[in-house]
């Protein structure tokens, strides 16, 4: 198949690449600037030249946007996350001379908004928030592919474990035994492993059936707490050091909700569409990523 890929070269990107290349597809990476980290086998093509290319693709992978937990949540930053995802994604849409057969665009969790008690499902109404008016207008942006020519397919994602992402900044403090509860911990973490969001995409790529909108989280469901005493356990650390809630909403203000709140997010549609999941147990995740970083 020829593959359209925006985020190339991002956590997800770089070892979705790994996979679509050994399958024998074609790829071509969105780039704003030749990137020499990208595979030589990988086609680069410059955002601002997609309208001259005369090529068609079968499917357009959506994996492009600023880290939305990376940095306060100041105007400006708000605009970066905004453009990085719905302004990369309908100038894609407006600048491909052929419509993609299949579009598989990321989401997040943060769909949802910030709620503690309440079980979500792809069903279930949202809170408002910018988390979730960020996430429903690039799934709008993503859906406007939608026709009778082209089948759009949304996953949701938890936090994305492997080697990179999200770990790599938790590792240090918690090989240093500084890991631990996020305010009182019972906040919901929403997790999936990276070979599982893969599979996801691979398999809506193959799988005409897969269609709309998943969560793409792994079937068990852990409080932020439960998360960080895994982690700990997985590094032979202790996880006792609690940091209190008022710290993260001095140091990140509006965006320390993602930290301190977290919604409970189940896979509906994927469990009945018979998505097999790798991992389904945080633990067992936690220890595969960890001997992979013994291999580095």
Not at 86 to 102: C, D, E, F, G, M
Not at 153 to 174: E, N, Y
Not at 277 to 287: Q, S
Request: charged content about 25%; glycine content about 6%.
């Amino acid at each position: 198949m020829n593959i359209l890929i925006s985020g190339a070269t991002g956590f997800i990107g770089s070892s979705l690449i790994e996979k679509l290349l050994h399958a024998n597809h074609r790829i071509y990476a969105i780039t704003r600037t030749e990137n020499p980290k990208l595979h030589s086998n990988v086609k680069q093509i410059r955002l601002n030249a997609i309208a001259s290319l005369d090529q068609e693709f079968d499917a357009f992978i959506n994996l492009a946007g600023e880290n939305i937990a990376s940095k306060p949540w100041t105007k400006k930053r708000k605009k970066e996350l905004y453009d990085s995802r719905i302004h990369l994604t309908n100038q894609v849409r407006a600048s491909l001379k052929y419509p993609p057969k299949l579009v598989v665009s990321m989401s997040a969790v943060g769909f949802y908004g910030v709620a503690k008690n309440e079980i979500f499902d792809e069903y279930t109404s949202p809170k408002q928030g910018f988390s979730h008016e960020l996430c429903r207008d690039w799934e709008d942006s993503a859906n406007a592919f939608f026709n009778e020519d082209t089948r759009v397919v949304i996953f949701r994602l938890g936090v994305v474990l492997g080697v990179g992402g999200a770990l790599d900044k938790m590792r240090t403090p918690f090989l240093c035994g500084l890991g631990g509860p996020i305010a009182d911990g019972r906040q919901w973490f929403s997790w999936v492993h990276i070979n599982d969001v893969n599979k996801g995409i691979t398999n809506a790529i193959e799988d005409e059936s897969f269609i709309g909108t998943y969560n793409l989280v792994a079937p068990q469901q852990v409080e932020q707490k439960a998360f960080a005493k895994y982690y700990a356990s997985t590094l032979k650390r202790p996880a006792w050091v609690t940091i209190p809630k008022f710290v993260f909403d001095l140091i990140f203000g509006e965006m320390a909700c993602l930290l301190t709140h977290g919604a409970r997010i189940v896979p509906e549609r994927l469990s009945k569409q018979g998505f097999e999941f790798e991992f389904t147990k945080i633990n067992e995740a936690l220890h595969d990523i960890e001997r992979q970083y013994q291999l580095r």
